[in-house]
């Protein structure tokens, strides 16, 4: 069966045939798109300037070619030249390392002989301490004069206490000591160490003879006074030593030594000596607490007609032995002698024997380290 239509009609509406016909230009590209077209443009451009070939180049773009391959050279003969510069820099940097590195080998080897001296030094030190130390175990502990004269005189026999005093005895009466020569002398001690710069002319030995003669003489009877002698200190430039004819006078110096030179003179107390005491009895000296009794210089100078300015125990005071040694010290080194030539000290009715008296120097100690041999405050 055909359906197919024989025939066909079309209707068009008035309204469509009133429209106008329709425009056929295309449409204005928007900003974005022109973006890009133009940005397209560009690149082509630039890639076409870079493809062309040198032939078609201008004689004017050669010229800067050649103008600009000159400054290159230029440049990398300033590199080169500065290289070079450079390299000769390093090599007088390692020159000086190496200089250096040699010196510092040297100190090296110089620092190992010193540690290796030290080290031979303390070894050394060791020895002679042990060989100090076994000499001192190997002395006595107390050694008198008359032991020492003893074995001088080359006496080998033995004798007895007696025997051996009176030589002693002998010895010091034709021997006497150095320090004990003039010993009936009493001098005034003036030490001028702390005066002031300004005042260091009036601490002379002639300007204190005139200022202490000018003030002795202002007193009743004493217009043609004198000093008797004025002496420096030869160990001690800064003292002065005045020697005085009594006591009395000794004293009268002494109050016009310490108001009438300079300030900051100070008068330095009479010089004592000292005369060891053995077998001396405990209880004559020393209280029930182990300290010296008050009074007892005083009876021990009346009773030996000396004067005895103060009295040391050398024993041990805690060990409650009955006898024991102690140390006088007389005022006049006259007295001093007399008993060392005597041989005896009288404490409380008894005897002791009297010896020399022989300081004996403590091993000294630093308050620092605590290391023997020197000491540092």
Known sequence: MNRTPSSATITVSPEKLARAPRSRRAPAPTSKVRENQALY???RTTRAEKTLPSRFRDVEDSDDDYEENGNTAASLQELVALVKDLKNTIDQQNETIQEAQAELKELKEEQQCVKEQNCELKDE?????????????SLPSTQSWASIVASQTGSNSTHGTSDRITTYANHVASHPPNHWAATDTLYCTIDASRVTEQDMDKTSPGAIRATVEKEMRTGEG?????????????????????????ETELHMVKQVAETKIAPGIRVLRDELYPVKVDNVNRLAILDANGNVQTGAAEA????????????????NRTVAKAYGSMVVYLTKGSDAGRFLREGYFHVAGESGYARTFERRSRPEQCYTCQEPGHKAF
């Open 41 to 43: 443009r560009t690149r």
């Open 125 to 137: 030190i060791g020895m002679l301490r042990n060989q100090l130390s076994s000499l001192s175990a």
């Open 222 to 246: 004493q217009n043609s006074w004198r000093c008797r002698a004025v002496t420096r200190d030869a160990m001690n430039a800064s003292r002065v030593k005045i020697a005085c004819r009594d």
């Open 300 to 315: 021990l100078s009346q009773e030996n007609e000396t004067t005895v300015a103060k009295i040391g125990w050398l024993s």
